[in-house]
């Protein structure tokens, strides 16, 4: 089966985009029933702007060898042809309106909650919704099904973020504001911040940053912070307890929500098992990724079940 992934182009720096692409390159090197395809998404992308796309595959490519980043490392080829477009089950994210791909079958990837970026969640009917995450708010629209599943497909730099060569730790603070502009600042005056640098500016910075305190409440970086050896902050929200803000205790190892004494003690004594938990959730992804896909595969077959049901063919040559 033909899955095809609508995705922005790759951005290092952007969790979402990082999930999508690596979705792409777990079903393609990891489930070898199933192949799967990006197609464009952005501001303005339509159905005829893809079947445009698919009519000139030519053009297609060269546009998007100037224009879209993928991983260099990674196997995410694009839909290029017609054919491409065909009898395929699409994967949106949450952010997407509509079905522009036209697709036959749709599965709705919640990255973050329905309508936290929009404003608005506008969903077709029959579709299956997966989380990424299981503190995302579950939802049910136009006869859809929520999968009590979790699709995860979790990437884990860890070459970059460790503790190695973290000798001296002479910077108080660093911080980042990222989706966390409504909150009150709690950072001292010299902290320094890190929205728009890269990876590799973070990383060392981390290594050399006494704690991190984060503003925005669901970024990764919280967890990178703590792999590299940081004490790792997230300013709360009012009303809010950490089992509130992440439901799994895991997702909360090495982090404290707050500045308080149990939850900064919290943070130090599980900060190892935080990198653990990052290798194992990557390993288990993969797993996830074959769970989920099989659900969506038998779903769709008992809702087509007057129709003509899902082969599940062997990996295609394209």
């Not at 060569?165 to 950072?187: N, P």
């Not at 809010?240 to 090495?254: A, H």
């Not at 049901?309 to 394209?318: D, H, L, N, Q, Y």
């Amino acid at each position: 089966m033909k899955f095809l992934i609508a995705a922005p182009e790759f951005d290092e720096n952007s969790g979402g985009k990082i999930a999508l692409h690596r979705l792409c390159h777990l079903i393609n090197t990891c489930v070898d029933e199933h192949d799967a395809f990006l197609v464009r998404m952005g501001k303005g992308i339509t159905r005829m702007a893809i079947l445009a796309d698919a009519l000139h595959p030519r053009l297609f490519a060269q546009r998007i060898a100037r224009q879209y980043r993928t991983h260099p490392s990674w196997n995410t080829p694009f839909a290029e042809t017609i054919s491409d477009l065909e009898d395929c089950i699409a994967i949106y994210p949450e952010i997407a309106s509509g079905n522009p791909i036209g697709a036959p079958r749709v599965i709705r990837w919640f990255l973050h909650h329905p309508g936290f970026f929009t404003g608005r969640a506008n969903y077709g009917k029959g579709e299956i919704y997966f989380r990424h995450r299981s503190w995302v708010t579950p939802f049910i629209v136009n006869g859809s099904r929520m999968s009590p599943q979790i699709l995860r497909a979790f990437y884990f730099p860890s070459e970059t973020y460790n503790t190695d060569g973290a000798i001296v730790r002479d910077l108080e603070c660093c911080h980042m504001i990222r989706k966390g502009t409504h909150k009150a600042h709690i950072h001292p005056p010299r902290s320094i911040l890190l929205d728009g640098k890269t990876h590799t500016e973070i990383a060392r910075i981390f290594k050399r940053s006494k704690r991190f305190i984060s503003y925005d409440d669901y970024t990764a970086y919280s967890k990178l912070a703590a792999c590299s050896g940081c004490e790792s902050i997230v300013a709360p929200t009012p009303n809010t307890t950490p089992e509130q803000w992440r439901p799994s205790v895991e997702d909360r190892y090495g982090i404290a929500y707050g500045t308080s004494p149990d939850q900064l003690e919290w943070a130090r004594k599980t900060q190892t098992i935080a990198k653990d938990t990052l290798h194992q959730e990557e390993m288990d992804s993969t797993e996830s990724v074959r769970r989920c896909l099989a659900e969506a595969v038998e779903y769709f077959n008992d809702r087509d079940i007057n129709s003509n049901p899902i082969a599940t063919p062997k990996k295609s040559s394209i």
